[in-house]
């Protein structure tokens, strides 16, 4: 998808496995300038023999894992083999390592500093061992959308990769992320004010967990004032702040996003806003390609 729209330097953060998958990727690589994270020789030789066969070259960033564990290749020692079992092989360019640390996302600030300061800065002592093993190294990719400060004040780390920022949620809002504007909302209308006395300060939406990701926990209103008490499949349960006949059936309601990647994965487009006015709708053809 970013190739068909014209990007030309493309990483792929994460590892690409299986046969009609790598042979997409090496595809890709024919047409665009894409790199791969790698952390196994297995995967590393399907890589490299689908690129030499097709005669192209594919970029490769050998993942470290510094203490998400997760994917990633131990540090140091371990890297620094890795590295040197794939850095000549036909097919192949290592461009450099990757490092990232989405475990300290909702740990304390000062804490989250401190922590992700020193895995970077394993990174680049595992860097700097690679490069004392004769193998230039062009790039120390890493940081997220709450780590992002500390990467970068990380001499040696020269590309960050946060996403969520774009969009920013309240998860990362209520985690202390306050430099970005939560952006994402999501329309929903009033489908009914249920008669029974026990309701009679609930509205019921059209939306549910099929459209808005709940995976932090249900999402709060932007407009108007109220608070969404449950969320089932298709429908939302609003309690309003008291009885009052507003919202009615057919208003539309104004939801903040909790969980941007998880919902924008859910929509064909975006309506992008400046102030009230709509500037452009955006089509997500990403959207679904999850793997
Ligand atoms: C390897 C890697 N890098 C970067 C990111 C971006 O993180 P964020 O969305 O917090 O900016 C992710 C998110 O999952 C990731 O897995």
Redesign the pocket.
């Known amino acids: 998808v970013l190739a068909a729209g014209g990007i030309r330097d493309i990483l792929i953060?994460?590892q690409v496995v299986g046969e009609r998958k790598v042979r997409r990727l090496v595809h890709l690589a024919a047409h665009t300038d894409v790199i791969v994270?790698v952390d196994s020789l297995v995967n590393v030789r399907a890589l490299a023999e689908a690129a030499a066969e097709r005669n192209v070259c594919l970029g490769v960033l050998v993942?470290v894992n510094i203490g998400?564990e997760?994917?990633g290749v131990e540090p140091l020692d371990d890297t620094v083999a890795f590295v040197k079992a794939l850095h000549a092989r036909r097919g192949l360019r290592f461009r450099g390592l990757?490092g990232?640390d989405?475990h300290l996302?909702f740990v304390g600030e000062d804490e989250r500093m401190r922590r992700s300061v020193a895995a970077y800065e394993l990174l680049v002592a595992t860097r700097d061992r690679v490069v004392e093993a004769g193998i230039p190294v062009e790039i120390v990719?890493?940081?997220?959308?709450?780590?992002?400060r500390s990467a970068a004040q990380v001499a040696g780390v020269t590309e960050l990769?946060?996403?969520?920022?774009i969009f920013n949620d309240t998860t990362?809002r209520d985690a202390g992320l306050s430099e970005f504007d939560c952006a994402l909302t999501v329309l929903s209308t009033v489908i009914s004010r249920p008669d029974r006395a026990s309701a009679a300060d609930v509205a019921i939406l059209d939306v549910g967990r099929k459209s808005l990701s709940v995976q932090n926990g249900l999402p709060e209103m932007k407009s108007p004032a109220g608070q969404i008490f449950s969320m089932p499949q298709e429908h939302s349960r609003l309690r309003l702040p008291g009885p009052t006949p507003l919202p009615a059936v057919g208003d539309t309601v104004e939801i903040m996003v909790r969980d941007?990647?998880g919902t924008v994965n859910l929509f064909d487009h975006l309506y992008a806003l400046r102030g009230d006015r709509v500037e452009a709708v955006w089509d997500l053809p990403g959207r679904g390609k999850a793997t």
């Open positions: 953060a994460n994270a993942e998400n997760r994917c990757m990232y989405g996302a990719s890493g940081g997220g959308t709450s780590t992002f990769q946060l996403g969520s920022y990362y941007s990647n």
